[in-house]
């Protein structure tokens, strides 16, 4: 069965600091990998996904995030975070032969202003 | 409509009581998908539809969940008998069943359940 692992419940970072959410997954087959962000009372918003091609895929608000397949990876990045990154953030991983997405648990990020 | 829309946005019910919540999707979804976050929880998968095929239910936790799709659009989510456990947010999402954007997942802003 498809899984995603965040290890980390809370990253805290300076505003202006680099930003790294991490996820790790496992699949059976080739993986479909998502990322979404959940803002304060209110639902899932679509940030990137990773399907085939280059590994680092570019999303919305200036994130990106890059896919390691050796490391079964696909870390959330931001070179200079805002204070309006501070959100919750979900890692999914979805393989082709299954219609659902799997979620991790999510982490939860603090930009200190 | 541009989203998918969930009701009601906010439910509170007494312990015992049933309770529908609603999902319209994308317009042209075909599959649609109902997940559940507890507080300080992940995403629980709960049920998916796909066209007219019949549903995998196989997330739903208890015989007391249930759901439906209408003329393959509308779905209706019932919890029957609510718990205290069940308070969470029931979030729907739907997507396209084929194309190269079948794998984009959009979600609603969620149904905030509140057993008391």
């Known amino acids: 069965a498809q899984s995603v692992a965040q290890p980390e419940d809370q990253v805290n970072v300076a505003e202006g600091n680099p930003l790294t959410v991490k996820c790790t997954y496992s699949?059976?087959?080739?993986?479909?990998l998502f990322w979404y962000v959940q803002y304060p009372n209110r639902g899932l918003q679509f940030l990137l996904k990773?399907?085939?091609?280059?590994?680092l895929v570019k999303g919305s608000y200036g994130f990106e995030a890059e896919f390691n397949k050796s490391q079964t990876s696909f870390h959330l990045k931001k070179p200079s975070a805002l204070v309006s990154d501070s959100a919750l953030y979900f890692c999914?991983?979805?393989?082709?032969?299954?219609?659902?997405?799997?979620f991790g648990k999510g982490n939860q990020v603090v930009v200190i202003p | 409509g541009a989203g998918v829309s969930q009701s009601p946005s906010n439910k509170v019910t007494e312990k015992g009581k049933d309770v529908e919540l609603r999902c319209d999707p994308i317009?042209?979804?075909?599959?649609l998908y109902w997940y559940r976050q507890s507080l300080g929880q992940g995403l629980e998968f709960l049920i998916y539809?796909?066209?007219?095929?019949?549903?995998?239910k196989s997330g739903l936790p208890s015989d007391r969940f249930s759901a439906e799709r209408t003329g393959g659009s509308v779905s209706t989510l019932t919890i029957q008998r609510t718990q205290q456990e069940d308070s969470a947010v029931y979030l729907c999402?739907?997507?396209?069943?084929?194309?190269?954007?079948?794998?984009?997942?959009?979600f609603g802003e969620g149904s905030w359940l509140t057993v008391v």
């Open positions: 999402a739907s997507s396209l069943a084929f194309g190269a954007d079948q794998i984009s997942i959009y």
């Open positions: 699949v059976s087959g080739n993986p479909y």
């Open positions: 990773y399907i085939t091609g280059d590994n």
């Open positions: 999914a991983v979805r393989d082709k032969g299954n219609n659902r997405l799997a």
């Open positions: 317009s042209g979804h075909t599959a």
């Open positions: 539809f796909q066209g007219n095929s019949a549903p995998d």
